[in-house]
C-alpha cells in the first residue's frame, strides 16, 4: 500500500533553517508529484510548494519562494523540504502528500505529518 | 486569510445531511477543479472527493461533492457521529499559481 513516511519532529531556534524528509513506498515515486503542505497550531492547511520528482521540477508558493528547497534522492524514493530563516510564526506540522498527475491540484495520500517548533 | 471561503463551524444530528459550503473566484474554483479532505484531530488529512465529484475508493458514497461556477459544496448524507472532523476544501488558482485551502470547516454531530 502507499505510504509516506516522514522524518521526526524537530525543535530549531529562530533563524535556523530545518530539513523534512518523506520516504514513498508502495508505489512507483517518480510517478507522481510530491506537495508539501503544513499547518500552524489551531489553524487550517497551507500548501507550501510541489515537486516532480521525474525532472526535479518545482513550483513554490509565492510567500515561501526565497527560503524553500525541494529536492528529492531517486535512489531512495525520498523527497525532502527545507525551509529556511526559521521564524516563531514557522511552528506547524509539515505534512507531504502525493499528487497524482490526473488530479492537476489535488492529493491523494499524506505523510504522517512532522512537527517543527521554531523557539528561542 | 484563507483564498476560499467555508463556514467554521457546521452541525447536524444523526441521520440528517448537511452540506459545507465553498467559495472562491473565477481564478480558481471557475477554472479548476474542487477536492475536499477529512482530518480528525491529531491525524493528516485524508482525500474525500477529488475532482468535483469524484470519490475515492474506500469513502462511502454518503459522502458527495458538487460544484457551480465559483462555489463548490459537500454533502453528507445519512450523518454518523463518526463524521465529526474537520473538512477543507482546496483547488488550483492561477493568478497565484499554486495549491489555495479553504479555511476548513468543523462538523459537529450533536
Known amino acids: 500500500q502507499v505510504q509516506l513516511v516522514q522524518s521526526g519532529a524537530e525543535v530549531k531556534k529562530p533563524g535556523a533553517s530545518v530539513r523534512v524528509s518523506c520516504k514513498a513506498s508502495?508505489?512507483?515515486?517518480?510517478?507522481?508529484?510530491i506537495n508539501w503542505v503544513r499547518q500552524a497550531p489551531g489553524q487550517g492547511l497551507e500548501w507550501l510548494g510541489w515537486?516532480?520528482?521525474?525532472?526535479?521540477?518545482?513550483g513554490y508558493a509565492q510567500k515561501f519562494k526565497d527560503r524553500i528547497i525541494m529536492t528529492r534522492n531517486t535512489s531512495t524514493d525520498t523527497a525532502y523540504m527545507e525551509l529556511t530563516s526559521l521564524r516563531s510564526e514557522d511552528t506547524a506540522v509539515y505534512f507531504c502528500?502525493?499528487?497524482?498527475?490526473?488530479?492537476?491540484?489535488?492529493?491523494?495520500?499524506w505523510g504522517q505529518g512532522t512537527l517543527v517548533i521554531v523557539s528561542s | 486569510q484563507p483564498v476560499l471561503t467555508q463556514p467554521p463551524s457546521a452541525s447536524g444530528t444523526p441521520g440528517q445531511r448537511v452540506t459545507i459550503s465553498c467559495s472562491g473566484s473565477?481564478?480558481?474554483?471557475?477554472?479548476?477543479?474542487v477536492y475536499w479532505y477529512q482530518q480528525f484531530p491529531g491525524m493528516a488529512p485524508k482525500s474525500l472527493i477529488y475532482?468535483?465529484?469524484q470519490r475515492p475508493s474506500g469513502v462511502p458514497d454518503r459522502f458527495s461533492g458538487s460544484k457551480s461556477g465559483t462555489s463548490a459544496s459537500l454533502a453528507i448524507s445519512g450523518l454518523r457521529s463518526e463524521d465529526e472532523a474537520d473538512y477543507f476544501c482546496?483547488?488550483?488558482?492561477?493568478?497565484?499559481?499554486?495549491?489555495?485551502f479553504g479555511g476548513g470547516t468543523k462538523l459537529a454531530v450533536l
Open positions: 473565477s481564478s480558481n474554483i471557475g477554472k479548476n477543479y
Open positions: 502528500a502525493r499528487g497524482p498527475h490526473l488530479w492537476p491540484g489535488g492529493v491523494d495520500s
Open positions: 482546496a483547488t488550483w488558482d492561477d493568478s497565484l499559481n499554486g495549491v489555495v
Open positions: 508502495g508505489y512507483t515515486f517518480m510517478n507522481y508529484d
Open positions: 475532482k468535483n465529484i
Open positions: 515537486m516532480v520528482p521525474y525532472t526535479s521540477k518545482t
